[in-house]
């Protein structure tokens, strides 16, 4: 029955948000918040405190994923209405009109690129609307977006999944690398196969064949430094992959080099170097702030995230709040319990990066307090409906994870891993997809269900370093299938009510990952490490 009542609301909502008639998943997601609190109560007995402190820290969770989108909409339409999304699509159109080598420039290379950079769901927030601005759909556009970012994930924002989200293992620097390079590598056999799939959510096969030795030269151009970076390194796989992958796919693209010729539709605007540089440099002013902050390298980093207390006061029987050095603001001991909850307001890429880009944008562009304001209204207005999707989301995670080792997470985990056994390989990198399923980060995923990963290669005799790779795999796969990203990226592009033909889309890939890293596991991991 635990397991059952377990499973029960992700069957529910699932089912709510793909049926004919599907429930938006702002009603859905605070629907099944409910229905998980009821059972956490009545069934699982939980204390009623925690389980009320546990909806407050869903509430501060909340803020984290919703200012992101709120920026990135910002950021949107700060360049739609100044005129450098045009002319960033007139540029890329000069380089190569041929909608493979945007696709793959942009939804690949580029977001690959971004996910090394930042993580928390940035690249989809980035390169959809430039996608969308070329004249692609933004349905195909949000179903490629969330496909195409996953290779990267297990090393995005410098690599936090794999040396954060493994951390309470203890695990030597030397299994650490080695978990690395069975990530980076089950990845990179997964991306000869998974890029393509996402093009044909966008364009058909007969037009992905005619293009097929560009798109091979993209996808290799960013894995190869990819993978052999990770087998040294676990920070800057994919932020180094994607920079070498982006300039060598628009150079590629430049000279035509294995893309089908295309008749530009649209007449050849003469772009000067300065049009392309003032309509670039909003994004690249992005990418410089996100790699400058994040490089833990640099002081920046530690300065944004210094838990220094600065200054602190108590707010009686809700918590006491504490603000330290790096802004980072904190509620601690809700309700006087052991949960408390933080928001990162330098660190979370919100004010920091987008905020203070389209503020600069709006000065390089000299838009008019009236532009300014019509883009905040509509971005205030695009936001709302995904803050109760997404507070309802971040409730439900709260509640199915909170219990330890007899949480309904834990449950549902544990029970996969004792039915498999000695099968696990084939299955494990779906128990990290459950965890970005629930959470939207593999980090996340990888800090729920690391430890039963562990324990169960232990017990049934397999190799750890690979039980964990394939874990890190599954919470980079997830991220298509995650609620919250697939809230985000809709609310981004403006889709209403589609989430869960989305969530039918991205799953198919999701499902084909997982079988190509089990294969990749058994097959070809062996051939490079002593298993």
């Not at 309470?168 to 069975?182: A, D, I, N, R, W």
């Not at 990845?187 to 058909?204: M, R, T």
């Not at 004010?351 to 000299?366: A, N």
């Amino acid at each position: 029955m635990a397991l059952f009542l377990s499973i029960f609301p992700i069957v529910l909502l699932i089912y709510l948000m793909v049926k004919r008639n599907p429930v938006p998943s702002y009603i859905a997601l605070p629907m099944v918040a409910i229905l998980v609190y009821l059972i956490k109560v009545f069934y699982f007995d939980a204390d009623l405190v925690l389980v009320n402190a546990s909806v407050v820290s869903g509430y501060i969770s909340t803020l984290s994923p919703i200012t992101v989108i709120f920026g990135a909409i910002l950021f949107h339409r700060t360049l739609e209405n100044s005129g450098a999304l045009n002319t960033l699509r007139q540029w890329l159109s000069n380089i190569n009109p041929n909608p493979v080598a945007q696709l793959m420039i942009i939804g690949w290379a580029f977001a690959f690129m971004l996910e090394g950079a930042s993580g928390f769901g940035t690249p989809p927030a980035i390169a959809a609307p430039i996608l969308i601005g070329l004249g692609f759909k933004p349905f195909r556009v949000a179903c490629l977006a969330l496909a195409m970012n996953s290779v990267p994930v297990s090393f995005g924002a410098v690599g936090v999944p794999t040396w954060f989200g493994f951390s309470p293992l203890g695990l030597s620097v030397q299994q650490t690398l080695e978990v690395s390079g069975m990530t980076a590598l089950i990845h990179s056999v997964a991306a000869f196969i998974i890029p393509v799939i996402a093009l044909l959510f966008v364009v058909e096969w007969k037009e992905v064949k005619r293009n097929i030795l560009f798109v091979y030269i993209s996808i290799i151009a960013c894995v190869v430094p990819y993978f052999l970076l990770a087998q040294i390194n676990y920070e800057f796989p994919s932020l180094a992959g994607g920079a070498i992958g982006l300039l060598i796919s628009i150079v590629v693209a430049n000279f035509g080099i294995g893309l089908a010729k295309v008749e530009n539709a649209e007449t050849n605007i003469l772009i000067t170097t300065g049009q392309i540089f003032k309509a670039l440099s909003p994004t690249l002013l992005l990418i410089a702030v996100l790699v400058v902050t994040r490089l833990p390298q640099l002081p920046f980093n530690a300065m944004i995230q210094d838990k220094t207390e600065w200054l602190s006061f108590s707010l009686g029987y809700l918590g006491d709040f504490t603000i330290t050095k790096g802004l980072v603001l904190s509620l601690n001991h809700i309700f006087a319990t052991t949960i408390s909850d933080n928001y990162r307001l330098l660190y979370v890429p919100a004010l920091i990066p987008f905020g203070i880009v389209s503020l600069l944008t709006f000065f390089i562009y000299r838009l008019t307090v009236k532009e300014v304001h019509e883009i905040a209204m509509r971005t205030i207005k695009q936001g709302i409906r995904p803050f109760w999707a997404m507070f309802g989301s971040l409730v439900m995670v709260k509640l199915m994870t909170m219990g330890g080792d007899s949480s309904m997470v834990k449950i549902i985990g544990t029970s996969f891993a004792s039915v498999a056994g000695e099968s696990w390989t084939y299955f494990s990198a779906y128990l990290g997809a459950i965890g970005s399923f629930f959470s939207g980060s593999n980090t996340v995923s990888n800090l729920t269900f690391g430890g039963v990963q562990f324990s169960t290669a232990e017990l049934v005799g397999l190799n750890t370093s690979l039980i964990l790779a394939l874990q890190s795999v599954g919470g980079a796969m997830g991220n298509m299938i995650c609620v919250n990203n697939i809230i985000a990226v809709s609310t981004i592009v403006n889709l209403q009510n589609q989430e869960g033909e989305i969530l039918k889309k991205t799953t198919i890939p999701m499902l084909i990952y997982g079988v190509i890293a089990a294969i990749a596991a058994t097959f070809i991991v062996p051939l490079f490490y002593l298993i």
